[in-house]
């Protein structure tokens, strides 16, 4: 139901940009906030970045705010992360997922951080950076 695509390897203080695009969801797809989630090998999912439905608001983790930027297009169904200046410790599979209830704007984006929040979630892409 949900497709990411765009991941790579890059070096680093490259940069990226990965889509997650949702072609079976034509008719509320604006009713869903988007997050994006990454996973190192032997390490938890974590919450990396979020949009609400309408895109008015947004949460960054603290370690990629100032590098990382996510928009959607709802025309298209697709939401994006721009990911500059990457570092190694961004290294992972990114996977996206969406949710009705999520808001980035209450409580300061926890709602962003938890998976069990998300019902539905895209395969991943492997973003890799390395020199």
């Known amino acids: 139901q949900l497709q990411a695509s765009g991941g790579g390897l890059v070096q680093p203080g490259g940069s990226l940009r990965v889509s997650c695009a949702a072609p079976?969801?034509?008719?509320?797809?604006?009713?869903?906030?988007i997050g994006w989630f990454r996973q190192a090998p032997g390490k938890e999912r974590e919450g990396v970045s979020c949009i609400s439905s309408g895109g008015l608001s947004t949460y960054h983790r603290d370690s990629v705010k100032g590098r990382f930027t996510i928009s959607r297009d709802n025309a298209k169904n697709t939401v994006y992360l721009q990911m500059n200046r990457l570092q190694p410790e961004d290294t992972g599979v990114y996977f996206c997922a969406m949710d009705q209830t999520v808001d980035p704007s209450w409580d300061g984006g926890t709602g962003c951080t938890i998976p069990m929040r998300f019902d539905f979630w895209g395969q991943g892409t492997q973003v890799t950076v390395s020199s």
């Open positions: 079976g969801f034509t008719l509320d797809y604006n009713t869903y906030a």
